[in-house]
């Protein structure tokens, strides 16, 4: 997809990867609806990338109402051609059977429902476009198991297959679908999801994660280059063919490697 001159939406663009897709989209000519829960985080945003192409958006992608609300403001004064569901949270490094419903509702909510309602709601105006652009964001969670993590690696592995599901839907029309699996990724999003991880005793260490403006070049290139899947760092892209190789054997690597965060 040629990003000059297309209007792209960037869900949780108040930070991390989504200010610096903005910023990155900013720079190949595109005009970027940015998309948070948090206003303030939005509006830190808006101030630093000082662009008349960028313009803020406050929402709750759980909110089915105040998704359709959204549709009818884009439709008001933009044609939307692309639409990135970056927004997402992490559950609480606690086991299955520890979990609340309460918090299970809100992990699948935001990071499953919450781009299959915005998807919903778009799709029918992207596929009026002569070219679109749908980018789902899972995580190397979303084809492996991390521990304690059971919740959210299922709904991001539920975002993964129904996206690859709408590629294959959408293949002889003009919209393009990426599946993005980011490993490791310098954010904000234990803070933003209300999570804690112990740092002590652990063999995984954090200073060889991505960078957020890297992790974000790498989903703009795949956009550009209509790549069905991209993933995201070399522990995203080294874990996946480990685990196609011998799942049990990788499960316990990674459980021993994330002793002592847990």
Sequence with gaps: MKLKDKTII???????????LSKILLKKGSFVIGVDIDSKYLEETKNELNSDNFVTYQLDVRDKEKI????????????VDGLINNA?????FISYDDMDEGTINRVMDVNFFGPIYLIKEFLPELLKRSEAHIVNVSSMAGFFPFPKQSIYGASKAALKIFTEGLFAELIDTPVRVTAVMPGAIRTNILKNSNVEMKQTNSKVNYDTSMPADLAALHIVNAMEKDALQVFVGKDAKFMNMFYKLNPKKAILYINKKMKGML
Excluded: L, M, R
């Design 88 to 92: 997402g949270i992490v559950q609480p």
């Design 10 to 20: 960037v869900t949780g663009a108040g930070n991390g990867i989504g200010k610096e």
């Design 68 to 79: 359709k609300e959204f549709k009818k403001y884009c439709d008001s004064k933009y044609k």
